[in-house]
């Protein structure tokens, strides 16, 4: 069974503490592995695709990095904004589903 | 940009009512989804579409049904709805299969 697993499930950074997001994934066949961003009463908001080992994504101060068995998505000198939800989901095999992470919670405070 | 409008923000439904959640999309986009959001569990597919009249289980399907009568709206349906249903509900539409989702701001149902 496709398993997604984000870690931490809550970050608090002060404003300028640069940090990274965890996912680790258990697919067989992995076809492509997706970053959303959910503020609060929102839905998700794509940010990032990838879909290979060593591939890199940039977007302001995000950076999203993939191996074979994780994704990383490093935040740089982070601003109050940045604070949301981060939602890590893969997707694989044949199909056309996706299997969401729990999210990690992200607090910037100034 | 893609909008996904889901037709409520909010709806407060009395356990055994048939309930209606409404998704259009206004972007000629070939596949549909619905999902359900819980703290600590994620996202969990309910339904999805890859066209219209067509649906395929997602994985959690119990206890609801879609419909997707034409291209932009897809409509899930509580037929008998439970307070374990009380949830986020969220839509979402892409392009072709593997390109990103895009989602509406979700429909928050209690059901007493």
């Known amino acids: 069974e496709d398993q997604v697993t984000q870690s931490p499930e809550a970050l608090r950074l002060q404003e300028g503490e640069s940090s990274s997001l965890n996912c680790s994934y258990t697919?067989?066949?992995?076809?492509?592995l997706f970053w959303y961003r959910q503020d609060p009463g929102k839905g998700p908001e794509f940010l990032f695709t990838?879909?290979?080992a060593g591939e890199e994504k940039e977007k302001e101060r995000l950076k999203a990095t993939l191996t074979k068995k994780e994704s990383f998505l490093h935040i740089t000198a982070p601003k109050p904004e940045d604070s949301a939800t981060y939602l890590c989901a893969v997707q694989a095999g044949s199909g056309n589903k996706l299997v969401f992470g729990a999210g990690t919670i992200l607090r910037v405070k100034s | 940009d893609v909008k996904v409008t889901q037709s409520s923000r909010y709806l407060v439904k009395r356990t055994g009512e048939k309930v209606f959640l409404e998704c259009v999309q206004d972007?000629?986009?070939?596949?549909m989804f619905w999902y359900r959001q819980d703290p600590g569990l994620g996202l969990r597919l309910i339904y999805f579409?890859?066209?219209?009249?067509?649906?395929e289980k997602g994985d959690i399907p119990e206890g609801y049904s879609v419909s997707r009568e034409k291209k932009e709206r897809f409509s899930l349906i509580l037929e008998s709805a439970s307070t374990n249903q009380t949830s986020m509900y969220l839509c979402?539409?892409?392009?072709?299969?593997?390109?990103?989702?895009?989602f509406g701001n979700g429909t928050r149902l209690t059901v007493t």
């Open positions: 979402a539409s892409s392009y072709i299969r593997g390109s990103p989702l895009h």
């Open positions: 972007m000629d986009h070939e596949n």
């Open positions: 697919v067989s066949g992995l076809r492509g």
């Open positions: 990838l879909y290979s």
């Open positions: 579409s890859y066209d219209v009249k067509m649906k």
